[in-house]
């Protein structure tokens, strides 16, 4: 049997024939959720490189100072909560990994704020988005949570959403995508039935003289029993009564099905703006010219938005009203942006030479300690002068 007519036998080949060539196809019949986005590889990996990628940056706490210089503040409590304890079970990675998740997929990510009696906050607790809804009331936003007896107020919620239509409430990927991802899904299971059923001497087998009907059924079921599934692989075939077999070479790839996989792999990326590179599929791994290139347009064109939502919204609810404009909060991502030693040195040798930054600036940026005061200085070349201001031009003036 063809893998054309196992997709058009098999209840999942034909979800995928209708998935893809049109029909009430996988889009109606495959079920797309939080579980079974994540049963396909490109999904899961995707939102994995992505949340991974923000949960990995160190969340630091600015004091602004009146020239507009900002200083580390390790002493602010909105530090301690959210380096230490943002609740009694989470860590500041377990606390961005788990928004980064709910987002991606559900489209919006809660976290209910406690504070104590001077407003200050004191734990963020994570919300299950499915049992938030978002009431907007004379000008106002309240969320109705499940097993809450009361409203909660936008100023003790900590909401994260990227695309939306009506600022209040961001837009499921499950759902706004979800017959891409049917299909992805479809896919996957149609692949998974077709080689799970299929085994290495598969063919047609042939018999000198006619069987009767209770002759066929025995020698179908005697034959699927022996050799049929992917654990009987290899086994040696005995025919009986000039019985001759015809193995039938079945080519995944000249039926597409190769093809469909990896343009649905394409699709998935496309749809959470990772490069291919970055799950695991690498025929276009060439595009870049190197991996500091790589990393630079995935921080850039992914992680950027993600990382501006999230310190707004934190800056927003966490920090009292006295204390807005004075501290700033920041999702330090230099360390995915440094390349390799050797661009790295001729940046610092560069910046240094003019000036820009000093040798304890150079070494914070590489995680060193401070040198001492005499490390603070900053040096700039004896040559540079303003423009017009040299001693040529002097000469000539007079």
Known sequence: MGLFDFFRSEKRGDNFLRAVFGGNGAANRTAVN?????????????????SESIASLPIKVYKVEADGDKKDDITHPVFRLLNRYPNGYMTLYSFLDTLMTNLLLEGN???????????????????????????????????????FEIGILKEDMLHFFNLSFDGCEGVSVLKAQSTTIATSIAS????????????????VIKHPGKLSKEAVERLKNSWNQSYSGTFMAGKTAILEEGM???????????????ES?????????????????????????????SIEALSIDFVRFTLTPYMVMIEQELN?????????????????????????????????????????????????????????DEGDVHYFPLNYAPIGDTDEGAENDE
Not at 341 to 368: F, H, K, P, Q, T
């Open 188 to 203: 996957n299971d149609t692949a998974n039935s077709f080689f799970g059923n299929s085994s290495n001497v598969g063919g």
């Open 316 to 372: 927003k609810k966490l920090f009292r009203e006295n204390e807005f404009g004075l501290f700033t909060i920041k999702l330090d991502a230099k360390g995915l942006l440094r390349g390799d030693s050797a661009s790295r040195s001729a940046y610092y040798r560069e910046m240094v030479g003019i000036g820009a930054l000093s040798i304890n600036e150079v070494r914070r940026m590489e995680d060193l300690n401070r040198i001492g």
């Open 109 to 147: 990510a809660y976290f209910y704020i406690e504070r104590d009696n001077s407003a200050r906050p004191t734990a963020l607790i994570p919300i299950n988005p499915r049992d938030v809804k978002v009431i907007k009331h004379e000008g106002t936003i309240i969320y109705d949570i499940k097993d």
């Open 244 to 258: 001759t077999f015809e193995p039938q070479k079945i080519n995944a790839n000249d039926y597409q099905l190769l």
């Open 34 to 50: 939080r579980d079974s986005s994540l049963t396909f590889s490109a999904v899961f990996s995707c939102v994995r490189v992505i």
């Open 261 to 289: 996989r990896r343009f649905q792999i394409e699709e998935i990326a496309r749809i959470f703006k990772v490069p291919l590179s970055l799950i695991g599929h690498l025929e276009k791994a060439a595009n870049y010219s």
